[in-house]
């Protein structure tokens, strides 16, 4: 009964670097999602996915990619580290088709660029 | 120590007392909304949800209350417990950009004090 799981829990990187942020969902949901939060300011949509094979941008893609790999997997992929970048990065996954519309949230991963 | 949240307006209440935290939202077309809980370090947890078709709806110790009219939403705790402490969001479910994705707001932390 994972739900949606996230890793690295944790990461820093420096300047420049790149680095993948891994999501997986345990529950047959066809949507998924990539937030960030920052302090003061909520959730901000990064890029979603309605279903498996297609991806969209959300409120702030800048400097991020994403890859739904199948349907229960979508990942989040930094090319160039910015300190802008600094956040907690939440994914999470819904099945809006059965008339649910809840996000079922995984436990983040905190990133710090310096 | 937890990022999130220091910059948010904090209510904060006595243990025992009855909790009401507000949120207004953006688009009046929006048909649903859901409460959502957040504790220090974890991922969002759906509390409450509504439809726009109702204007109350009742949980175990929470309400939610919907007026369409002024377009705001508010969660009701009642008896407070230390355990509510968190940050809360309240979230619309929108149409942007040709898909429903839920928007949230920016967060209120509830301090309850013994």
């Known amino acids: 009964n994972a739900g949606v799981t996230q890793t690295p829990k944790f990461q820093v990187l420096k300047t420049g670097q790149s680095m993948t942020l891994q999501c997986a969902q345990d529950m047959n949901h066809n949507s998924m999602y990539w937030y960030r939060q920052d302090p003061g300011m909520g959730l901000r949509l990064i890029y979603y996915s309605a279903s498996e094979g297609t991806t969209d941008k959300g409120e702030v893609p800048n400097g991020y990619n994403v890859s739904r790999l199948n349907k229960r997997e979508f990942s989040l992929r930094l090319e160039s580290a910015a300190p802008s970048q600094t956040s907690v990065y939440f994914c999470a996954s819904s099945e809006p088709s059965g008339g649910n519309y809840g996000y079922t949230f995984g436990s983040g991963t905190r990133l710090t660029v310096v | 120590g937890e990022s999130v949240g220091l910059h948010l307006p904090t209510l904060s209440v006595q243990e025992g007392d009855n909790s009401i935290i507000n949120c207004a939202y953006s688009?009046?077309?929006?048909?649903?909304f859901i409460w959502y809980k957040q504790e220090s370090g974890k991922g969002p947890q759906f509390i409450i949800d509504i439809r726009s078709n109702m204007d109350k709806r009742q949980g175990q110790r929470v309400t939610v209350l919907l007026n369409k009219t002024v377009k705001h939403l508010s969660l009701q705790i009642a008896a407070t417990q230390p355990g509510d402490s968190a940050v809360y969001f309240c979230?619309?479910?929108?149409?942007?950009?040709?898909?429903?994705?839920?928007?949230f707001g920016a967060g209120t932390r509830l301090a309850v004090h013994p």
């Open positions: 688009n009046s077309a929006s048909d649903y």
């Open positions: 979230a619309e479910f929108s149409l942007s950009g040709g898909y429903n994705k839920l928007i």
